[in-house]
């Protein structure tokens, strides 16, 4: 069974061969780049680099799918937050100074899709298209409306408005859906499969589990209603008391990282919900070895997953055997 | 025939509702005036705080409106917190809070009350990701410290110089990517060289045990939450290496 075909029966509730293996965040390790020969920063400002450095989880590591952008700032960016780039090593940033106040008005600029990166990322999806979308599952990320509303604001304006101002964080949570949205659409026509949203901010870390309720859901549904494809969405931290909230938006999937409990996860959800995860990406991935990882992705997928991940966006020190160690332990897992 | 005029709580998913136990905040103090400056505090009322302390302060004094108003209602903040009820947003609007009222206090006294100690916060250079040190600071300030808040991407020589001024009971380091953790052994053998043997607890996504235990004086925070308690402990005069035994291993 082709990679592709494997990760799309598992989004229509039929049985693939084995469990499907990919990464919901972002891919890239500095091997990954020796490998393919397309480094940072260039992967995260130009298509072809971009494409390149993406397609690498597929020829080089075996996922079953591949995901562009690498980085959380191309919405942010259009809308005209400041960037600080993370030159050789690291992602782009948001900085400051921060784009506006609370009580601004946000307006999303007409040629939204033109500006920044974002023609970039589009045509990256279109290369991997042409390049191997027969073969692999195409993922483009957008990020959610909540994040999106926090890079405008800044953390702490926004976290104390969550419970002080909620409604003057609406306008706000407009057009991070709206951006988000536009650019999901746009990956989509260019050849995305599949959509992830990841909502770093919306986190219980963060925000109250009422506010995700009460401010973002109805937003994140909106998109997920939106975009013609299974969408993902992601968010970090310890989620177990918004997923049934998450479930709410009706997305396709829920990613998650091991912070949150598989168990309660799956027993929220039932047996229909199909739930994304796996280990740590720091801890485990990253630090220790293809021993650990396999005994760990073991634990989570027994718990109840339905794809195997890393856990968040892999660090890029991460040792390829680990993500190699990580792909086996999917393919070990048959279905008949 | 009866019609249904409230529809709200039909489809409420009662077992789900985690929040519908919410238990409200407890009295902290007998008295009723010290008790409503609390609760400006607990409600993280920062409009409303300024004209409370100050019309408190005609009738009690500034150490009682700060001990018994002020830092009793961040203590219940801290406890709701603890357990679960309040979120960061909460804590971070009632430290303001708290801080706005100490300050008017402290104007009426003509000198700055006495905080347990110094905390220099810091995230990694190269990491512009500052949330898990906003929630550190957050939950420092609300314990009594005084948070050195040196804020996000700061370089290795000024974490060392903030060291040496402040001379904190603690040193605290956050990083989200595994990239920038590498900052803080630089930190820990500059400290040391100067002998400034101060315990640095990192933490934050990216960063394990195994690396912080891996050089001196790290100690890993592996939640925000243990900020305070780490404090307390080096404000007793737990060096690194009890403080490691303690809250590692």
Not at chain 1, 91 to 97: L, W
Not at chain 1, 224 to 235: F, G, K, T
Not at chain 1, 304 to 325: F, H, K, Q
């Amino acid at each position: 069974m082709k990679p592709k075909e494997r990760v799309m029966k598992v989004f229509n509730r039929e049985k693939p061969d084995v469990m499907p293996c990919f990464c919901v965040n972002g891919t890239p390790t500095y091997q990954q780049m020796e490998k393919v020969g397309a480094y940072w920063p260039e992967a995260h400002e130009r298509a072809e680099d971009m494409a390149k450095l993406a397609m690498a989880a597929y020829t080089e590591l075996g996922f079953d799918a591949v995901r562009a952008p690498f980085c959380q700032t191309f919405e942010a960016e259009a809308l005209g937050c400041t960037v600080k780039w993370g030159g050789k090593e690291n992602i782009p940033g948001i900085d400051h100074p921060v784009l506006h106040k609370l009580d601004d008005i946000p307006k999303l600029p007409d040629d939204f899709l033109e500006r920044g990166r974002i023609p970039q990322l589009i045509e990256a999806i279109r290369i991997m298209k042409r390049e191997v979308g027969d073969e692999v599952a195409i993922i483009g990320g957008i990020i959610g409306p909540f994040t999106i509303a926090g890079a405008m604001l800044d953390a702490v304006p926004i976290l104390k408005a969550t419970i002080k101002s909620p409604d003057k964080i609406h306008p706000f949570l407009e057009i991070g859906e709206q951006a988000g949205t536009l650019l999901g659409k746009a990956l989509i026509d260019a050849g995305a499969d599949l959509i992830a949203v990841e909502d770093m901010q919306a986190s219980p870390d963060l925000i109250a589990p009422k506010s995700y309720q009460k401010l973002e859901v109805e937003y994140q549904r909106r998109q997920v209603e939106a975009l013609d494809v299974p969408v993902i969405i992601h968010i970090c931290g310890n989620v177990d008391k918004i997923i049934p909230f998450m479930e709410d938006t009706c997305c396709a999937a829920i990613s998650i990282e091991p912070k949150s409990d598989v168990r309660v996860a799956r027993k929220i959800l039932g047996p229909e919900g199909i739930l994304i995860g796996g280990v740590d990406t720091a801890t485990t991935l990253f630090m220790k070895g293809p021993e650990e990882v396999r005994a760990g992705s073991i634990e989570q997928i027994e718990m109840g997953l339905d794809i195997l991940a890393p856990g968040c966006a892999i660090a890029p020190g991460t040792p390829i055997e680990n993500l190699l160690e990580m792909v086996k332990v999917a393919r070990e897992y048959k279905y008949d | 025939m009866n019609y249904l005029t409230d529809t709200s709580n039909i489809f409420t998913r009662y077992d789900l509702n985690i929040e519908v136990a919410q238990q409200g905040a407890r009295k902290v103090s007998g008295d009723e005036i010290l008790q409503n400056v609390a609760d400006f505090v607990i409600n993280g009322d920062e409009d409303g705080i300024a004209d409370v302390v100050k019309e408190t302060l005609e009738t009690k004094t500034p150490m009682e409106v700060i001990n018994d108003g002020l830092i009793s209602g961040m203590n219940e903040v801290s406890r709701l917190w603890d357990e679960g009820i309040y979120f960061l947003p909460q804590v971070i609007l009632s430290s303001d809070a708290m801080n706005m009222g100490i300050a008017i206090c402290e104007e009426k006294m003509g000198r700055s009350m006495d905080k347990k100690g110094k905390v220099v916060t810091h995230t990694a250079e190269g990491d512009i990701h500052d949330i898990g040190q906003v929630i550190v600071n957050a939950l420092l300030n609300a314990n009594g410290f005084e948070v050195v808040n040196l804020g996000a991407d700061v370089p290795v020589d000024k974490v060392v110089e903030a060291c040496r001024t402040h001379n904190p009971v603690m040193v605290t380091g956050t990083a989200l990517m595994t990239t920038t953790m590498t900052a803080f052994p630089k930190i820990a053998t500059q400290l040391k060289r100067l002998n400034l043997n101060i315990p640095f607890v990192c933490g934050g996504g990216a960063v394990s045990e195994e690396y912080v235990t891996g050089f001196d004086m790290g100690i890993w925070g592996k939640e925000a939450n243990q900020a305070p308690g780490m404090a307390e402990d080096a404000l007793g005069g737990d060096e690194w290496q009890a403080m490691r035994s303690k809250w590692n291993g």
